[in-house]
């Protein structure tokens, strides 16, 4: 009877251990994945919204063709960068930047700005990029998550699970999102 408790202690106890292990890393490596889904799904209701915006906004700033060219180029761009690069990353936040240009350049137009559609539009957006913002958190928390699970021994012994998640990047702030707002400019 001993002898068998001492197999179970043994073998059974290290065997459950690592397979717990195992199932943390499968856990966290589809924790990614998810998180990363979730920013897709924001950011395509950003590409849904940025058409409407661009033709609400197109009926009073004819002469702002320039804007409008960039941000569809940009959207584009965004949105046939693969998933979790740098790129993505790199292109979103360009067309948030230029979109945040647009949003201010419709500041300057009181018809537009009082229009009821684009009021909508805006406040929209507005919450779409705040959903962004938590997605963002919450893929970059998730990814955090992985990676310490596998770059820990024991968990480390389990890193090829998910050796693919491990190549994706973080997603950092813009040197323009980190400059000091200048509150002259919207005065």
Known sequence: MTELIILVVVIV????????????VIRNKNSVREA????DVQLKKRHDLVPNILT????????????FTK?????????NAPSGSKAKFAAEGMLDNMM???????????????????VQAMQTYNEVEEH??????FYNSALTQLRNSV????????AGLAA?????????????DRAAVDASAYL
């Open 56 to 67: 609400i906004a197109k009926k009073f700033m004819d002469h702002e063709s320039e804007i």
């Open 36 to 39: 990363l889904s979730g920013i």
């Open 151 to 158: 770059m820990i021994f024991p968990g480390s012994l389990f």
């Open 132 to 137: 962004i913002s938590a997605a963002r958190r």
């Open 71 to 79: 941000v569809t180029e940009l959207r584009t761009q965004a949105m």
């Open 100 to 118: 945040s240009q647009l949003l201010v350049s419709v500041e300057n137009y009181p018809q537009l700005k009082s229009d009821a559609t684009m």
């Open 13 to 24: 106890v290290p065997c459950a251990w690592l397979y717990g292990l195992y199932t943390s």
């Open 164 to 176: 693919e998640e491990m190549q994706y990047s973080y997603f950092e702030a813009t040197e323009a």
